[in-house]
């Protein structure tokens, strides 16, 4: 496990992951870099990246399939700011992929998200622009708030981007409150 605490900087390159039981990354009050990580088959103890009052996350180049997190999200984001998360492959997660609260997103471009029971939920934050994403069977005909998108007090813009076979009780692509 990567834990940085107080103005630290960490980059992460080139890493993968592979048939493994992990904790990986808790970042506070830091600035991150994560590019070219690569996970499958994986079942993280926590959350996979757990971010909160840190100033700068790019997470690029990247692919993660087949992760399991024993407390139900991925990726968890409180209080944080993130200028990209570019190029990113997430496939055949059984839960929530993402968490992001009290943020703010800058650009979000090239995501693939593909067989997800739960995609990304935004709770008062900011995405200035998602764009050029594949968002392909995220949600459950079981779960209650939005399949790919749950937007609750926060504020999105969305452009050439591709929502199919999503589902949910209410919201099968996005569900705004």
């Known amino acids: 496990m990567l834990s940085c605490n107080l103005d630290s900087e960490i980059y992460i390159s080139n890493v993968q992951l592979v048939d493994s039981i992990a904790s990986f990354i808790r970042v506070t009050s830091s600035y991150l ?50 200028s990209e998360i570019r190029n990113l492959t997430v496939t055949d997660l059984p839960h929530q992929f993402i968490y992001l609260e009290r943020s703010t997103v800058a650009l979000i471009d090239g995501m693939y998200l593909h067989n997800i029971t739960n995609g990304i939920e935004i709770f008062r934050t900011n995405v200035t622009l998602l764009t050029n994403s594949e968002f392909d069977m995220i949600g459950s005909k079981n779960h209650f708030k939005g399949g790919v998108i749950f937007i609750k007090r926060s504020s999105i813009s969305i452009d050439n981007s591709t929502f199919t076979n999503n589902q949910a009780i209410k919201g099968g692509a996005l569900k705004i409150e």
């Open 33 to 82: 870099t994560i590019d070219e990580l690569s996970t499958s088959n994986v079942t993280f103890a926590d959350n996979m990246l757990k971010m909160i009052n840190s100033y700068d996350l790019s997470f690029t180049n990247s692919h993660i399939q087949d992760a399991i997190s024993d407390i139900g999200v991925l990726i968890f984001i409180s209080r944080s700011h993130i």
